[in-house]
């Protein structure tokens, strides 16, 4: 009869030893995954100072694991413990064939011939290498030899794949006008550096309607305190990422601050945790939440009184200062209907989110640009007595004019003059800033005019710039919630 020699000693076998260690091992991967993870996110940084090629060297590491867990699921292959190494360098590999792809894309200013010719066919090669040496084993005596190859070869195609056939795309797609912005020609010539189709001149890609949904979502679930909170983290991360957005809130406050970049570039961080809790507090009331106890304070309810009491039509004006949405639920408190002009969103979806979204709270919008008519019935309604509101700041081009701001020139809607001139409406400055926990509203003096003489472009583009600055005193106090992600300086 066999006996152990002494009592303390197991017998045990690769079976159940390797199960054991197994077991171990995925319970402490996060120590392991987590400094990773650090590492590639620095590396991409230090590579790149651009977000949007971070997020696509990301897109690569996670499409390409994305296609290796199919393979395995297709496959029947299972996690053990020598394959396991193989994440190490396939997360190595994919981030090395997007830098060597994603530099060669901007040194080749986005032409996707060169950029295969000098780094493309190259990647190829060094990717079939590997795939090859590690794809051999496969054929292993050894079971966990034999699946450390059959990963590592798949997830090095992979990443060699989408890096060398797709990548390119995706960065034409995405990051080519930015390139070809910041290009020394581009620079040297001055109706180049800013062109129209750049993508500084247009909003984030963020500000679309699958993202606003997520936020409508989050606004439904979590406590206000929570969702400001979070806003500001997150736009912490967002200023510290996006360098060149960054820069253009910079730029954008400078003249508030009489060319003080150190005042602007510290009013800039402020400025975007406002507009992230801002955004908390849009979702809020687009979503359907209460927000009656958000408003503090009314000033300035006389001269709206005053106006309404003449029986014409309210044209009310405002820039992107403050949360300029949130009049219209406050008009509504006290029984005023709305009619908000805007132009269409950056999608077309966006759109219809955002109109659905007042029309729930009995407040009707007019999308500018779809209906060649729009104008005449807003005209119609101004005429009947109606109140209508217009963002004053960041017109479309065909109805800009160049009136002066803290002493630059600055483009501001006419078109508040030209439906003075249609319909002699009155014309009621207003803003909504935060303060502390809820919002004050400020209603100003009417713009006083002479409606024969608004005959003339030159007096209308006159009254434009008595509007504006109006305005300039509540811009210079509270610059840290005039909202502008665009340059707006000429």
């Not at 395995?72 to 981030?95: D, Q």
């Not at 195609?157 to 960065?171: E, K, R, Y």
Request: hydrophobic share 50%.
């Amino acid at each position: 009869e066999w006996q152990l020699p002494r009592d303390g000693v197991w017998l045990s076998g690769w079976e159940l030893l390797g199960g054991a260690i197994l077991s171990s091992v995925k319970s402490n991967l996060w120590k392991l995954v987590l400094p990773m993870a650090g590492l590639v996110l620095l590396s991409l940084w230090l590579a790149f100072h651009r977000f949007t090629e971070v997020v696509l060297s990301l897109s690569i590491l996670f499409i390409s694991g994305l296609c290796l867990l199919a393979v395995m699921r297709i496959a029947g292959w299972s996690w053990n413990l020598l394959n396991l190494m193989a994440l190490p360098l396939i997360l190595g590999t994919g981030v090395d064939y997007s830098i060597f792809m994603q530099l060669a894309l901007r040194r080749h200013r986005g032409d996707l011939t060169m950029a295969y010719r000098s780094v493309g066919r190259a990647l190829l090669l060094c990717g079939a290498t590997a795939v090859s040496g590690f794809g051999s084993l496969a054929w292993s005596s050894n079971a966990g030899m034999s699946s450390l190859g059959q990963v590592c070869a798949v997830g090095i195609a992979g990443n060699m794949l989408i890096s060398v056939f797709l990548l390119p795309v995706w960065w034409k797609t995405f990051v080519g006008q930015e390139s070809k912005a910041e290009s020394p020609e581009a620079k040297s010539s001055p109706a180049q550096s800013s062109p129209p189709n750049s993508r500084l001149a247009r909003p984030s890609r963020l500000y679309r309607a699958e993202v606003w949904q997520i936020g409508l979502a989050i606004a439904r679930k979590l406590p206000p305190r929570t969702a400001a909170g979070l806003s500001r983290i997150l736009a912490d991360v967002y200023w510290t990422l996006a360098r060149r957005r960054r820069a253009v809130v910079v730029r954008n406050l400078l003249p508030p601050f009489g060319g003080d970049r150190a005042a602007a570039e510290k009013t800039g961080r402020e400025l975007l945790r406002n507009f992230a809790g801002k955004l908390a507090d849009l979702w809020r009331y687009e979503s359907g939440q209460p927000i009656a106890r958000m408003f503090d304070e009314l000033t300035g309810w006389e001269h709206f009184a005053a106006a309404q009491s003449t029986g014409r039509g309210m044209l009310l004006l405002t820039p992107h200062l403050g949360n300029w949405e949130f009049g219209a639920p406050l008009l509504a408190q006290r029984g005023v209907k709305l009619l908000i002009i805007t132009l269409a969103e950056p999608h077309g979806r966006l759109t219809g989110i955002r109109q659905a979204a007042r029309a729930r709270w009995g407040i009707e919008t007019v999308v500018i640009g779809r209906d060649p008519f729009a104008f005449v019935e807003i005209i119609r309604r101004l005429e009947a007595g109606a109140t209508v509101a217009l963002l004053m700041d960041r017109p479309p081009q065909e109805s800009a004019v160049i009136v002066e701001l803290f002493g630059r020139k600055f483009a501001a809607s006419i078109a508040a003059a030209e439906l003075a001139r249609a319909s002699g409406c009155v014309l009621l400055p207003v803003y909504l800033l935060r303060k502390g926990k809820g919002y004050t509203a400020h209603i100003l003096p009417e713009i006083p005019y002479e409606r024969a003489a608004l005959r003339s472009r030159e007096t209308r583009h006159t009254l434009t710039q008595e509007i504006m600055r109006a305005f300039e005193p509540a811009i210079r106090q509270h610059p840290d919630q005039w909202y502008h992600f665009v340059p707006i300086w000429p």
